[in-house]
């Protein structure tokens, strides 16, 4: 456990003559707010914590990266932040020592002592061992509120909810429907899919896997990796593919039926009406043959409607047009998602 007392670590302002400047991270924009009432830590020298460097040891103007979210002034809780987080490319997140306890089941990797330990104080700096975007975001997670825009890489996102379990914080417990990060963990499901629903599957996050397989009904299940399917798991690794199959016999099956024949006329009798179906089955066999679970109804529509053309009977028409879109209507309900 790494723990240092702020006094020691941070040297208050008490002069009129220091000057700081704030500098932010580069996984957020910097805030000019702060509480007038509120002293800003200086850095400790660099042999001790890390902090960045100054130029000129007699300059007062002193560089500390602090979070644009989580610094004093924030307002985040009724209560003023009791504790700074250090991250290991020495950004300060100063946050509520109740509520990182309140969200972990391990005092937070056990950095954190509880409030009975000797060792807890106000006002204490802690070292954490994650770069300042992961940190960023498992705080964001905590508080329960966005960080979209930080506009995340998914690759950071992933890392972020990976570390969770390690601070003793149950992922499915807390990225659920109603949560920020679904939301933004969900905004990425169109560019990469298969790596959200991974996500997801790894840690039982059904919500979050349902509207992501939608996405993945392109995807060439012969192209999985062994890796990626050990990753996934054979619970919703089996749910993908019943998916993927399930739609492809769903299809056949809607394709088999041919347009239903009309009453008899002297132009046209059943005989006749023979073309159409010979002409449905051939169409039919065609699509069924490759039977891809992302066909668009558009192109069912644009594939069948040309058989009109070559029909002289217009009872037989309408009733080739009344097929498709009967067609077009089932394939429509048939189910998208896991």
């Known amino acids: 456990m790494d723990i240092t007392n702020w006094d020691s ?14 500098q932010d991270h580069d996984f957020s924009e910097q805030s000019a707010s702060s509480s007038p009432n509120l002293q ?21 103007n002193v560089l500390v990266s602090i979070s644009t979210t989580f610094y004093p002034g924030a307002n985040l809780h009724s209560l003023p932040p009791d504790l700074a987080l250090l991250s290991t490319d020495s950004v300060f997140f100063y946050v509520h020592s ?36 992961v940190l960023n975001i498992i705080l964001h997670i905590i508080y329960n509120i966005s960080c979209s825009h930080y506009s995340p890489s998914f690759e950071t996102l992933s890392d972020a909810v990976h570390q969770l379990p390690s601070y003793g914080i149950d992922p499915k417990s807390c990225i659920t429907p109603s949560t920020p990060i679904h939301a933004l963990l969900l905004s990425h499901a169109p560019l990469c899919p298969l790596d959200v629903y991974t996500l997801s599957a790894k840690y039982d996050l059904y919500d979050l896997a349902v509207p992501t397989s939608s996405h993945l009904l392109s995807f060439q299940l012969s192209t999985l990796t062994d890796d990626t399917a050990e990753a996934i798991g054979p619970k919703y690794l089996r749910r993908m593919f019943f998916l993927h199959i399930g739609r492809s016999d769903a299809l056949k ?11 008899p006329t002297p132009w046209c009798d059943f005989t006749d009406q023979k073309n159409l179906t010979r002409a449905w089955a051939l169409a039919s066999a065609y699509l069924a043959w490759d039977a891809r679970p992302d066909v668009s109804t558009g192109f069912l529509e644009a594939a069948l409607t040309p058989l009109v053309e070559h029909l002289s009977c217009d009872l037989c028409k309408q009733g080739l047009k009344d097929r498709i879109k009967n067609l077009i209507v089932q394939w429509s309900v048939v189910k998208r998602t896991i």
């Open 253 to 263: 099956r809607i394709l088999l039926q041919p347009p239903h024949p009309h009453a």
């Open 40 to 60: 800003v830590p200086t850095p400790p020298h660099s042999t001790d914590g890390g902090s960045p460097i100054c130029d000129d040891p007699s300059d007062n």
């Open 9 to 22: 670590v941070l040297q208050f302002t008490s002069g009129a003559n220091m000057e700081f400047n704030l």
């Open 98 to 133: 109740h509520i990182i306890l309140a969200a972990s089941d391990n005092n937070f990797l056990s950095l954190i002592p509880t409030s009975s330990s000797k060792e807890q104080s106000s006002n204490m700096v802690i070292h954490v061992p994650e770069l300042s975007p």
